[in-house]
């Protein structure tokens, strides 16, 4: 019993068909666990930080009163990664549970990492904007704790390549790759790139490019808009204008607030798409894919979310982060976390996203690897990585910075 791959068939039916195959499913891996080798017999917490009125989840609200975004909670992500796994752990002998707690800044972020260290905590999941996740990791570098950043998407959390720092969500990096196979696969090689003035727009935009010039797409012009509304500005805040003079076959938008890109669609100078912050959007998750047994994740995360809210990127990538964890305390057979933290970045470690692949981290900057969704608001329309796009080892690699650009070295 437990020799051969756990084959788990799943009924996109619903609830009154998912739980029998489920059930029995995890029994299953369950007591192949516990036959393995003895269970062991630990209670452990894993920190899980968010920040006090953390603007990305805040209902972005236009004067108007038309919601931009809805407001959302990625904590709920992370209570269903540990209840999907809590018969396997329980199989193990191990009991997980979510220290859950807010931050007010940096400064007190970083304490409270060190006052869950100093509780025993060893894995602390990471739900904060990069510039305060940045201050929490170096804060943090000599502390004995994990930290799972889990939704700051720079790519320069990666560049730290911190021993005791992983990312389960998708990096800027990995997101303008997603894009720009899905252009080289569609072959819309001419691109038009519209960057708002923020440092957040500039990120963005800066990933984008790079991607978009080491698979030789032709930019035809990046110009900056504006949400000014003086007529002196016109150029830059009237989307006819913004978008002319120029010739492409898309229109890519770097707009972390969705204040300008949500006018976008339908209103450039060439009957064009638009991909980026409106339009075409690339995220780890959206609530639309139907395959691999993702509409029961959606699903049991629907029951579990106030208000019955649908899952979102961050959502998945929380949920990853706590199932990662819960996956590798039960795997790795005993109840010493530098242990377990060494068997979730080694090669025999991988875990299940829903989206068809098998998942682990990249050994060199701890980023997991993951196939990407590009969906309008209600629909997936393609899923990178694209298969012209190979890889010598992984193609997962062929989205985000692979192990020759990188600054960091596998251990």
Not at 218 to 223: E, K, Y
Request: with cysteine; charged share 25%.
């Amino acid at each position: 019993m437990g020799q051969g791959p756990l084959t788990l068939t799943l009924s996109p039916k619903g609830e009154g068909t998912l739980w029998p195959h489920l059930g029995k499913a995890l029994l299953s891996l369950a007591a192949a666990l516990v036959m393995g080798s003895a269970a062991i017999a630990a209670d452990v917490r894993i920190g899980y930080l968010g920040l006090k009125d953390d603007l990305r989840y805040h209902p972005e609200v236009a004067y108007t009163r038309i919601e931009i975004a809805p407001a959302l909670n990625p904590v709920e992500g992370a209570r269903l990664g540990i209840n999907d796994l809590k018969i396997v752990t329980d199989a193990a002998g191990v009991s997980l549970s979510l220290d859950e707690q807010q931050a007010t800044d940096a400064a007190d972020a970083s304490a409270k990492v060190a006052a869950m260290a100093a509780a025993g905590e060893r894995f602390v999941i990471l739900d904060l904007p990069g510039d305060v996740a940045r201050e929490v990791v170096a804060a943090s570098a000599a502390l004995p704790i994990t930290l799972v950043n889990a939704t700051a998407p720079q790519d320069a959390l990666r560049d730290l390549c911190q021993p005791n720092l992983v990312h389960t969500g998708a990096s800027d990096r990995m997101v303008a790759d997603t894009y720009t196979q899905f252009l080289r696969h569609r072959n819309w090689t001419k691109v038009l790139i519209l960057v708002g003035n923020l440092p957040r727009d500039k990120e963005i935009a800066d990933a984008f490019e790079a991607s978009a010039r080491r698979l030789r797409l032709d930019i035809r012009d990046r110009r900056e808009f504006t949400l000014s509304t003086d007529p002196a500005n016109r150029e830059a805040n009237n989307t006819l204008l913004i978008t002319g003079g120029t010739d492409y076959d898309v229109v890519f938008i770097a707009d972390s607030l969705g204040e300008y890109a949500r006018y976008l669609d339908y209103a450039t100078r060439l009957p064009r798409p638009v991909i980026g912050a409106t339009g075409l959007t690339a995220s780890e998750w959206h609530w639309s894919w139907d395959r691999d047994g993702a509409t029961q994740v959606t699903l049991r995360f629907q029951r579990l979310a106030e208000g019955r809210r649908l899952m979102s990127g961050p959502d998945w990538s929380t949920w990853i982060a706590a199932k990662s964890i819960a996956t590798a305390y039960a795997k790795a057979r005993t109840d010493d976390p530098a242990k377990v933290y060494e068997y979730m970045r080694g090669s025999r470690f991988t875990i299940d996203g829903s989206k068809g692949y098998r998942l682990n981290f990249r050994p060199w900057d701890g980023q997991l690897r993951m196939p990407m969704v590009l969906a309008t608001s209600n629909a997936i329309t393609e899923a990178a990585p694209f298969p012209e796009f190979l890889h010598q080892t992984n193609e997962l690699d062929t989205l985000g910075v692979d192990q020759p650009e990188s600054k960091c070295k596998a251990p």
